[in-house]
């Protein structure tokens, strides 16, 4: 595939993982000009390209890709979709704040509750940020190699910025950024709350990310026994308690919603299973601590989240 020359707007991916990877491809595809910050990957990228196995989407393949070890390197980005880990957030804005062009857009591609809150405010005031949740089955197979599952879409929400008491312009911002995907074929929302959007995620993340360290098993078999079906649907309705608590309302319904697509899928190992098979920081904080805090100081208690939390604290420990 050659490069197109320089289409505005400018994108660019910090963390060039499985997520970063996967949009990034996707965008550079539908003809963005599109930066990837690859750091200790550079030089498969580099010299092979990035590729895409999807189920969905056929296997794809970026060659040559606009590929950087350092962020110095990079030129000025209208956009930056931030595919890292939430367990490095505090080192991230000086990168950040070196790769946005002014009037950026930041988008979060991270799991949990309130990663953009220690994030915002490191960063220039200048730079808006935004959340995005990705409702996508997809892992890193190797180095430059990604296996894409399932699904795909991204939600969007505005999160804070010069823009903040101007509702009108977070609103054309968000769906710039959700027609961004549509042009390259990925199915994306603007959400009026980033904060009710991200509970939702939980309504997922918080069962499955967990028990699927905790048993050492993916979603197939999770979902073929009694008793861990159980404690699936148990945990959902908690995170609705903990959301309700909150003062985000979220349909009775989605949790049976969320446990009925899951039937449907293939055998899936969520991220936080990779994170612990290769020896990384589990995302507790903003999976299980945030949330919980969040409830807590709302006066709501969420027993059985908590009780998955401490198994997974000893856990993330006693692995590192």
Known sequence: MTATAHPSP???IIGTGA?????GLMLARAGFDVHFL????YAV??????RVNSSVHGNLHLHPVQAYANAADMPACDWLLVGTKSTGNADLAPTIAQVGAPDAKVVLLQNGLDVEDSLREHLPP?????????YIGVHRAAPGVVEHQALGRVNLGYHSGTAANDEVRQQAIVEEGAALFHQAGIESQAMASVHLARWHKLVWNVPFNGLSVLLGTGTRALMADES???????LMVEVVQGAHACGHEIAVSYAGQMFAMTETMDDYLPSMYHDHVHNRPLELAAIYARPLAAAKAAGCELPRMQALFQALSFIDRHNR
């Open 228 to 234: 861990s079906r159980a404690l699936i649907q148990a």
């Open 38 to 41: 690859v750091r200790s990957e």
């Open 10 to 12: 400018r994108i660019g």
């Open 19 to 23: 997520i970063g990877g996967f949009y």
């Open 45 to 50: 990228v580099s010299k092979q390209g990035l």
């Open 126 to 134: 200048s730079l808006h940020l935004l959340g995005g949740l990705c």
